[in-house]
C-alpha cells in the first residue's frame, strides 16, 4: 500500500522586512514559490520611488525598452497575466487584514464611499477602453475606468473593491449585452461586497455622478436592501415635482427660496459645526429642501449645506439626497431609516473630499494607471495589488501616539504619505546601493556595505532628509 507524502514547500527569497511580514500573511493564497516571489517582487516595485512610470520594466528595476525581454520582467508579465493565482482571494485577505488594524478599523460610525476613476488609455485593444468621461482628466476622452468602494471616517480610509467598467460600446450587443452593467450596477454590486465581508457603515456615501436620478441602481439596492445613504445631486438637476408634473425645479432653486437674513437671523437654516481632519473647524449651514420626491416627509430628503446661504458658493455648497429621516418629524411620518440631523448629514458626507483628493495621489505614487496589460483579469490583478500595497503602508505604520493629558480622540490623524516615506526609508536606499554595487562591479560587497545591506533589508530606516 502506497504512503502519499506531503513535500515541504520551497522558500521563497524574503523581501525587506516591511515588504515580507506583510506579504507573508498572504502566501497560502499561491500555490507556488514563483507566485510568492512574484507578490514581493511587484509590492516593492510599487512603494519604490518613481522616476517614470511604473511599467513592467521599471517594477522590475530594468532599463525602459531595452529590456523588455529581461528574465525579471518576463517573470513579472507571467504573474501578473498568466499565473493562475484569484485576486479576489487576495482582496479578500487583505480586507480582513483591515478590520484588524490596530487603530484604524473600520467601524460602525464610517461611511461607504463609491466613486468612480478613470484614467486615460489609447488604442482599442486592452479591455474597457472607449471614450468616456475621465475624472483624472475633468472631460471626456479614451481611457479605462474603475467603480471603487472605500471606507472612511474623520481620520483614515481604506480602498475596498474595484470592478472594471466594460461601456457598451465594447460589448458585441451594446447595452443589450448580457454582461453589460451600469456604473450604478457595478457600484450596487460592489456596496453588497462590502456587507458580504462585515465591513461596518453608518450610510453609502457617492458624489453627483451617482445621484438618484442618474444611477437609479445605486439607489435601488440600498433601499431594497435597508440601507441608509447620502448622495450628492448637481445644482442644477432637474427634479419633477409629482404633483405638479408641468414645473421642474433645481436643487439650487430650492435652496435660494429657504428664508435667510444674516448669521443673527438664520431663518430657515441650521448652523453646524464641520470638523476638518486636521482639526480646524468652520460654521456651515443647513436646510431641509422640498422640490420633487426630495422632501421632508417624502421618500428622500433634499438637504443643502454650505458655507454662505445668501451666495451658495459653488465650492462649498452640498445639494444632497438622502433617506436618512428627518429628527424633526413624529415617527408615523418618518423614512424606516435612522434619524439624522443636519450636523449627522454634514459629518458623513465630509469624508468624500479629502479621500478622492488624496486617492489621487496615493494612485500617482502606487503607477494605479501604468499598467501595460489588455486583459481585464491583468487590469484587476494590478488594481488589487495596488490596494495590497496601499494597506502595506497602514499595516507598517503604528497608531499614533496619544498626546501628554490628552484622550485617544485627540490623536493626530494617521497619514498615509508619511506612512509611505516609512517604507521608503529603507527600500530606497536599499534598491539604490544594490543597484549601484551591481552597475560599478561584480566584485563581493564589501563587509561593512554589507552589513548596512543586511540591516536595511532587516527594516532599518534611514532618515533621507534634513537633520532637524
Known amino acids: 500500500m502506497g504512503v502519499c507524502v506531503m513535500t515541504a514547500r520551497l522558500p521563497c527569497p524574503p523581501a525587506p522586512a516591511p515588504v515580507e511580514v506583510y506579504a507573508s500573511q498572504f502566501d497560502d493564497l499561491f500555490a507556488s514559490r514563483a507566485q510568492r516571489q512574484g507578490f514581493r517582487e511587484y509590492l516593492v516595485g510599487l512603494l519604490a520611488p518613481r522616476d517614470r512610470n511604473k511599467t513592467l520594466t521599471c517594477l522590475a528595476g530594468a532599463e525602459p525598452v531595452v529590456d523588455a525581454q529581461h528574465r525579471r520582467v518576463q517573470r513579472l508579465q507571467w504573474f501578473l497575466s498568466e499565473s493562475p493565482w484569484d485576486h479576489e482571494k487576495i482582496n479578500s485577505r487583505r480586507v480582513e487584514l483591515l478590520a484588524r488594524q490596530p487603530g484604524g478599523a473600520p467601524h460602525p460610525g464610517g461611511v461607504l464611499i463609491v466613486d468612480d476613476s478613470g484614467d486615460r488609455k489609447s488604442g482599442h485593444a486592452t479591455a474597457g477602453v472607449s471614450r468616456q468621461y475621465l475624472g483624472s482628466r475633468g472631460g471626456i476622452g479614451p481611457g479605462v475606468v474603475a467603480v471603487t ?162 451666495t451658495l458658493p459653488a465650492t462649498s455648497t452640498w445639494y444632497l439626497a438622502t433617506n436618512l429621516a428627518h429628527p424633526g418629524l413624529p415617527a408615523s411620518g418618518r423614512s424606516p431609516f435612522p434619524a439624522a440631523a443636519h450636523s449627522e448629514i454634514v459629518r458623513l458626507y465630509g469624508p468624500r473630499g479629502w479621500v478622492e483628493q488624496d486617492y489621487k495621489h496615493v494612485k500617482h505614487e502606487l503607477g494605479w494607471a501604468d499598467f501595460q496589460v489588455r486583459s481585464a483579469a491583468a487590469i484587476q490583478r494590478h488594481w488589487t495589488l495596488v490596494n495590497c500595497a496601499f494597506s502595506l503602508c497602514w499595516h507598517d505604520s503604528s497608531p499614533p501616539a496619544t498626546p501628554p493629558g490628552g484622550s485617544p480622540g485627540q490623536a493626530p490623524p494617521p497619514s498615509w504619505p508619511a506612512s509611505l516615506r516609512q517604507i521608503r526609508a529603507c527600500l530606497t536606499p536599499l534598491l539604490f546601493l544594490l543597484q549601484i554595487w551591481q552597475a560599478q562591479t561584480a566584485t563581493p560587497i564589501p563587509t561593512p556595505l554589507h552589513e548596512l545591506i543586511d540591516r536595511l533589508a532587516a527594516g532599518h530606516r534611514l532618515r533621507l532628509y534634513l537633520p532637524p
Open 149 to 310: 468602494t472605500a471606507w472612511a471616517d474623520e481620520r483614515v480610509y481604506h480602498p475596498l473593491h474595484t470592478r472594471l467598467y466594460v461601456p457598451a460600446p465594447c460589448l458585441p450587443e451594446g447595452r443589450e449585452d448580457s454582461s453589460f452593467r451600469t456604473k450604478g450596477q457595478i457600484a450596487a454590486g460592489l456596496v453588497n461586497n462590502a456587507r458580504a465581508a462585515g465591513i461596518p457603515f453608518r450610510a453609502v456615501v457617492a458624489d453627483c455622478f451617482y445621484g438618484p436620478s442618474e444611477s437609479p441602481g445605486l439607489v435601488a439596492e440600498p433601499r431594497r436592501a435597508g440601507l441608509p445613504f447620502v448622495l450628492g445631486l448637481k445644482p442644477n438637476q432637474e427634479l419633477p415635482r409629482p404633483d405638479e408634473d408641468s414645473q421642474v425645479r433645481t436643487p439650487a432653486q430650492a435652496a435660494r427660496e429657504r428664508v435667510w437674513d444674516c448669521p443673527e437671523r438664520p431663518g430657515q437654516w441650521t448652523p453646524v459645526r464641520r470638523t476638518y481632519r486636521d482639526g480646524h473647524t468652520e460654521t456651515w449651514w443647513a436646510t431641509d429642501c422640498r422640490a420633487g420626491p426630495y422632501r421632508i416627509g417624502g421618500p428622500l430628503r433634499l438637504v443643502v449645506a454650505t458655507t454662505d446661504p445668501a
